[in-house]
């Protein structure tokens, strides 16, 4: 097939919108530093360096990744099959109590193979029954998920607070768990030293896995077929013989496990310690990650590995003057754009289009000229292009 | 419109379409299914933009970016699939999008509604909520909001495909006045006897190209038919007496509940024997989808039982029911019987991709998936531009209908369930579906056939069960009965004498 595409397919691909809101974003970067009178280079440089310049920067860059990408995982897997999860911070937080309270209480001369397999499978299971809990409500009670999940969060917001004076107290700062041993969080010592002693942990490749997984269960499996049905069209579903209640049920404790993942890598391997009454940011800035990211896994991938890059890179603004605000301004910016991602299409499909009524004016005019019975759709892509050079050439010798 | 042209990824929906509409003239628009007939509606509402043609109205070249062009130039549009807002007012869905400025005034408007309302006989009263009027009177506010914008151009797109016949008179009334009033009315339909009974002249168009204009007065129906497909068509099913063996399916003294709380199925019981046809006649909304969604499982049954091959269905899961041989052609094509966002090919299969042979151990086998959804895009000449993986949505309507149809028969189920089945379907294509169920029917699967077309229920059923409020009136044998004595019971009068 060579034939030319028709002016109905020349659209912008989701890919193309998402890079035109980071590109806006990091407009909207520059035009505040230079509204505050320093220069962009230097900020952007700065945050680069910040977040990209030594092996040890690297590490700590994908190190604040990893719980975003979870999160956007979280976040997308529910969107897709119909679900808005708003509740990753409170599945982040039972996650990580789970994972830190038996990083306290396990036996330290636990092998690794075990313990590690151990805490991600109860990390997983409390997130996923915080989620199964907003899903059942769904399901049976036509609670609507943005309600139970946003109550879920101060739930666990206040589990939390209890829990960790009861258990895991430290007893010098008594706001604070007590410090994980190295052995037992997610850090693992070659990748420290690979990295000069980063944040890096096995999180990073947990959320590699779980992204390949995610792509999988929702592209090849029949669970995801019908988590997905349910999803776009609930009617359909329920006349096909799937299950709605029990759909929501699962996808939303799959969402739940995912950021009950994020949590474990957040508080036993990112850092090693929980502290009481902190509701972590990161449940939100999934939401962000999911969006840029179209909702697909590889997008949440890179997405938040880009959010985590700015977030890294802030903390090296501060010596060039520029308040580290400015960062978390492009963040903001970045997400305006997505979500207003219509407008972008519009403006993009508005000038693809418009370019190939422009090259088809110039084929119409060269085909005139050479006595050509033709249209210029009845030509092969070749073709067409080579005459719409020579008909814009054409063109603009007569004038 | 002068030499429209339109492509889409994989197919040219309209191809150098001409198209010239008279003031005060109904013209319609016959073409096969996805024949371009709505692409160039489309086109001239300004929800499509033609890659090469004019548009001239009233002999000036206009050009129609959008809709509120549209709108500027009085051209309205009724679409196939009703766009309007369904918790909200009459009133509400009329002035969105022409609220002008940040307050708006209700109750002018509504005065106005009630002037236009009453004019052309609508009878729409304004504070009324769209989700709780018949699709009569939601196809009657369509109208009005074209009206309530001054628009003399008015489009219907398939109007006629979810009215009972007496909605249908109502609405060729309103065509009428409207035109003697001069305004000119494109109407697109499939039904020929709606086309002679109103239109004055009539473009036939086929695969995106025009084959021809005709007046309607000097044209007979079958003329046209074969005008549009290419070949003659037969509006009879060839069908020999039916043969039936045991019954498939009973339904004792089931009661259900409708959605406004009340019952709408009372004290129903029937059988349906293999190797038949058994059609539901009746006038919409006398019980037939709480009947129909009580057997196959969307809707709980009240009391009664219900027996699919012996086995007491009446509280059993939908795949269960599925899986025992239930096949259902749904009443919404768009609500139930279709992902409107996901490809034809896992459309094909979205009641039996768990079924070995579509996956293993939890995974898709997508080359059979798709061999499987091919085969039945064949069979039954579902048209699209990118075949199976086009997306359902991107489907023309008789074309989604069709592929429903395909799904379901190939499914091979002893009991079909078929809700107006050939709903939005060219005469081509009824021709071919009525020759598939009868070919079902044959093969010795029971058929059960819910229509609000008497003519249809006729050609196919081989007993007809008349419901009305709910109660099923009499079940007739087709050759022992005629079109009056079906009517009157579908009025709730037995044809034996004597009321209920
Ligand atoms: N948005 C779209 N993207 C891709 N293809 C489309 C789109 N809209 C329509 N088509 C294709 O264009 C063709 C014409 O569609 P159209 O809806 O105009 O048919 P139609 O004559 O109205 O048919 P029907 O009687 O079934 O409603 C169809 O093959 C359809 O698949
Ligand atoms: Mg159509």
């Not at chain 1, 990390?123 to 915080?130: D, K, L, R, T």
């Not at chain 2, 995106?208 to 037969?234: F, I």
Request: proline share 3%; with cysteine; net charge neutral.
């Amino acid at each position: 097939m060579n034939r030319i595409r028709p002016l109905e397919a020349r659209k912008a691909s989701p890919l193309l919108v998402s890079l035109s809101a980071v590109v806006l974003g990091i407009i909207a970067g520059c035009v505040f530093i230079l509204l505050i009178g320093k220069n962009p280079f230097d900020g952007f440089e700065k945050i680069l360096f910040g977040a990209l310049s030594s092996r040890r920067r690297i590490g700590n860059t994908l190190g604040m990744s990893t719980q975003l990408i979870l999160i956007g995982l979280s976040v997308s897997f529910a969107f897709k099959t119909g679900l808005f999860n708003i509740g990753a911070s409170g599945q982040m937080l039972v996650g990580g109590i789970a994972g830190s309270i038996l990083a306290y209480y396990l036996p330290m001369d636990m092998p690794r193979v075990i313990y590690i397999p151990v805490i991600v499978i109860a990390a997983a299971a409390a997130g996923g029954i915080w989620g199964f809990i907003s899903g059942l409500l769904k399901a049976k009670f036509n609670v609507h998920e943005v309600v139970s999940t946003i109550m879920l969060n101060w739930i666990a917001y206040w589990m939390v607070y209890d829990f960790i004076p009861r258990f895991i107290i430290d007893p010098t700062i008594s706001v604070k768990s007590k410090p994980i041993p190295l052995e037992h969080t997610l850090r693992a010592e070659w990748l420290r030293e690979a990295t000069g002693f980063s944040t890096l942990n096995y999180g990073f490749f947990i959320a590699i896995i779980m992204t390949v997984a995610v792509w999988f269960i929702l592209k090849k499996t029949t669970l995801g077929f019908s988590l997905k049905a349910v999803g776009s069209n609930r009617f359909c579903a329920e006349y096909a013989g799937i299950k709605v209640s029990s759909s929501i049920m699962i996808s939303m404790a799959i969402a739940g496990a995912l950021s009950g993942l994020a949590g474990l890598t957040y508080y036993c391997g990112y850092s090693e310690i929980m502290e009481m009454g902190k509701m972590p940011n990161e449940g939100f800035d999934g939401i962000a990650v999911a969006l840029l990211g179209n909702c697909s896994p590889a997008g949440s991938f890179f997405a938040a590995i880009f959010f985590g890059i700015l977030k890294m890179g802030r903390g090296s603004l501060a010596a060039t003057g520029i308040p580290t605000e400015i960062a978390d301004t492009i963040i903001a910016t970045v997400i305006y754009f997505t979500a207003t991602n219509v407008l972008l299409s519009a403006f993009w499909n508005g000038r693809f289009q418009r370019s190939f009524e422009k090259k088809e004016e110039a084929v119409s005019y060269a085909l005139k000229a050479a006595g050509d019975m033709r249209c210029a759709s009845d030509l092969s892509r070749k073709e067409f292009d080579e005459l719409a050079k020579k008909g814009r050439k054409l063109m603009k010798e007569v004038r | 419109m002068l030499g429209i042209r339109k492509e889409f990824p994989g197919i040219i929906a309209n191809d150098d379409i001409t198209l010239q509409v008279r003031e005060g003239e109904i013209h319609a628009i016959l073409g096969e299914n996805g024949a371009g007939k709505s692409t160039l509606m489309s086109i001239l509402f300004g929800l499509y933009h033609a890659d090469r043609g004019v548009i001239r109205i009233r002999g000036k070249e206009v050009s129609i970016k959008s809709p509120n062009d549209a709108f500027s130039l009085g051209i309205g549009m009724v679409h196939q699939h009703f766009q309007l807002v369904h918790n909200f007012t009459v009133a509400e869905n009329i002035i969105l999008g022409k609220e002008g400025g940040f307050v708006y005034d209700i109750h002018r408007a509504s005065k106005r509604i009630k002037d236009i309302s009453e004019r052309y006989g609508l009878s729409i009263e304004p504070d009324m909520v769209i989700e709780d009027i018949t699709v009569g009177m939601q196809q009657r506010v369509e109208i009005l909001k074209m009206l309530y914008r001054d628009a003399d151009i008015l489009i219907f797109d398939e109007p006629t495909a979810v009215l009972t016949p007496q909605e249908i008179s109502e609405l060729m009334e309103i065509m009428r006045g409207l035109a003697a009033e001069g305004k000119s009315i494109i109407l697109i339909t499939h039904k020929l006897d709606e086309i002679k009974r109103v239109a004055d002249r009539c473009t036939v168009i086929r695969r995106g190209r025009l084959v021809g204009v005709v007046d309607v007065q000097s044209t007979s129906a079958s003329e046209m038919a074969s005008m549009m497909v290419g070949r003659p068509v037969s509006f009879k099913v060839e069908k020999a007496p039916s043969n039936p063996g045991p019954a498939i399916l009973r339904i004792e003294d089931l009661s259900v509940m409708s959605s406004r709380h009340v019952l709408g199925v009372k004290n129903f019981s029937l059988d349906v024997h293999a190797g038949e046809i058994v059609g539901i006649a009746g006038v919409d909304g006398n019980g037939q989808s709480e009947l129909i969604e009580a057997i196959t499982g969307l809707r709980h049954a009240e009391s009664g039982r219900i027996f699919f091959k012996d086995a007491d269905i009446t509280s059993m899961p939908i795949r269960k029911r599925n899986e025992l041989g239930l096949g259902h052609i749904p009443e919404d094509r768009q609500k139930r019987g279709l992902i409107l966002g996901a490809t034809l090919t896992d459309n094909m299969v979205i009641k039996e991709f768990y079924k070995e042979g579509f996956s293993h151990h939890g995974i898709l086998d997508y080359p059979r998936i798709h061999d499987y959804a091919e085969r039945i895009i064949e069979k039954f000449d579902v048209r699209s531009g990118e075949g199976a993986e086009s997306l359902a949505g991107k489907l023309s309507g008789g074309n989604q209908q069709k592929a429903i149809i395909g799904r379901e028969i190939t499914g091979e189920p002893d009991l079909l369930i078929a809700v107006q089945p050939t709903r939005g379907l060219d005469v081509g294509a009824i021709e071919f579906i009525h020759t598939q169920l009868v070919k079902e029917r044959d093969a010795g699967k029971a058929v059960l056939l819910v229509s609000f077309e008497l003519d249809e229920i006729f050609n196919l059923a081989d007993r007809i069960a008349v419901i009305n409020a709910g109660r099923l009136i009499d079940v007739v044998r087709t050759d022992e009965t005629d079109v009056d004595s079906v009517g009157l019971m579908m009025a709730g009068i037995k044809a034996s004498g004597g009321e209920r």
